[in-house]
């Protein structure tokens, strides 16, 4: 039986800049780092406190996903926060664009979206 998420992975188009944001800006922790020399590619794992991890790869040449308008398959990655105003604010003094705080009208929690430099649809989503 499933239990949990262990993973995101998320393919880049410029590793450094990606790495830069996903460790400076969103403060994820770096597990491990590898140069995949025989593939020309980095690998970063990266933690969250409660254990779960995103991936963070590398491939040249790899075709950029589409986002807008929406297309079929994983339509964005979600991360549990506090206090979603106040993570918005941090985005934003970073240079980040975020989305006005929304209220999921089911949950009634609050949530809103931003992206990660290649455009890929981010949401941070009130506990």
Not at 52 to 62: I, K, M, N, W, Y
Request: hydrophobic share 40%.
């Amino acid at each position: 039986m499933l239990t949990r998420i262990h993973h995101a992975a998320i393919i880049c188009s410029d590793y450094q800049r990606s790495r830069r944001f996903y460790t400076e800006v969103l403060g994820l922790k770096v597990i491990a780092e590898h140069f995949r020399e025989a593939r020309n590619s980095w690998k970063l794992d990266l933690g969250l406190p409660d254990g779960s991890q995103v991936e963070l790869f590398s491939f040249p040449g790899a075709p950029p996903r589409p986002s807008y308008p929406e297309a079929q398959g994983l339509r964005h990655l979600a991360f549990v926060v506090d206090d979603v105003p106040a993570c918005k604010a941090r985005l934003e003094s970073l240079g980040v664009a975020v989305e006005p705080v929304r209220v999921d009208e089911y949950t009634g929690r609050r949530f809103t979206f931003f992206s990660d430099p290649d455009g890929l649809p981010l949401e941070l989503y009130e506990a």
